[in-house]
């Protein structure tokens, strides 16, 4: 049998590697050739130079998820963080903490009906401007588990076949946050607003800095690819879902108190692992604004 991610001549995914300049102010170590590195020597609650903050850029942009450990971080330091990357986005439905709209609350325990982000997904892709990233800072971890899974969206287009990527090119598909919000902060006290975020987005969108082409479709948000049949819409969403979720595309975080993960949203989509109940994971979330996909 063929394996579906080779072709004639090889791996339909090759990854290059960074034949970038090294890093002078930051140490990067890769978890792994495709997606997500740890950052060392930068303290974040701190004064971190032009050239760090520069340079956390280029990480981000070089791998898609940045890792930080051993942070503490006031609510204040943690917004201010998420403002060198732009304007901060409010979700649409989460709870937030008191006084600050823009710093999410994101917390399980042995209550909980759910935890967050336990499919896989781009946060809030259905904002008509989805955002740009988000920056997660966990200070209570499960004594195990609760790790995070990361997909690499990129690797996910780059190993579709040529006849497949000319199939979806120019294709736009509707994503809606309903089904995914209604009701689902309730035990957190949050009513029900009368109409969630509906947007249409490509299915093949370009990164705004790298130019890379990227899959952007997720089985949290995306619904319907527009002006096809809706069998066929749902037969290519179910594989493209299937494709995007492929180990050979992923990294896995494994959180330890006072870690931050901050990944692009318009390049990966990500999963947390609620195999901890009934232990407590709980952090906040600050999440920077985007642009309308293209």
Request: charged share 25%; with cysteine.
């Amino acid at each position: 049998m063929t394996d579906p991610m080779r072709g004639n001549n090889g791996p339909r995914y090759k990854h290059v590697a960074d034949e970038s300049a090294p890093y002078e102010t930051i140490a990067v170590d890769k978890l792994t050739p495709i997606i997500g590195a740890e950052i060392q020597g930068v303290d974040l609650s701190g004064a971190v130079s032009n050239r760090q903050m520069d340079e956390i850029h280029r990480a981000l942009a070089e791998n898609s998820v940045i890792f930080f450990r051993d942070q503490n971080l006031s609510q204040e330091q943690h917004l201010g963080f998420g403002r060198n990357f732009g304007e901060l986005h409010i979700h649409p439905a989460a709870p937030h903490a008191p006084g600050h709209k823009e710093l999410m609350i994101i917390h399980a325990d042995k209550d909980s009906p759910r935890a967050n982000g336990e499919g896989w997904h781009s946060d809030v892709s259905c904002d008509p401007e989805p955002p740009m990233g988000s920056i997660l800072y966990i200070k209570t971890c499960p004594p195990k588990g609760g790790d995070t899974l990361f997909a690499s969206m990129y690797a996910a287009y780059e190993a579709l076949s040529d006849k497949m990527k000319t199939y979806l090119e120019g294709l736009v598909a509707v994503h809606d946050g309903e089904e995914n919000y209604r009701g689902t902060y309730k035990n957190f006290g949050m009513e029900d607003k009368p109409v969630y975020p509906k947007a249409e987005h490509p299915v093949i969108r370009t990164h705004p800095v790298t130019g890379k082409k990227a899959l952007y479709v997720n089985r949290g948000f995306t619904r319907r690819i527009l002006g096809v049949p809706r069998d066929e819409s749902h037969a290519i969403l179910n594989y493209l879902w299937t494709h995007s979720e492929n180990p050979l595309f992923q990294c896995r975080f494994r959180w330890q108190p006072n870690s931050i993960a901050f990944w692009d949203n318009r390049c990966v989509q990500h999963r947390a692992m609620w195999d901890y109940w009934p232990h407590t994971r709980s952090g906040f979330r600050v999440t920077v604004a985007g642009d309308r996909p293209v």
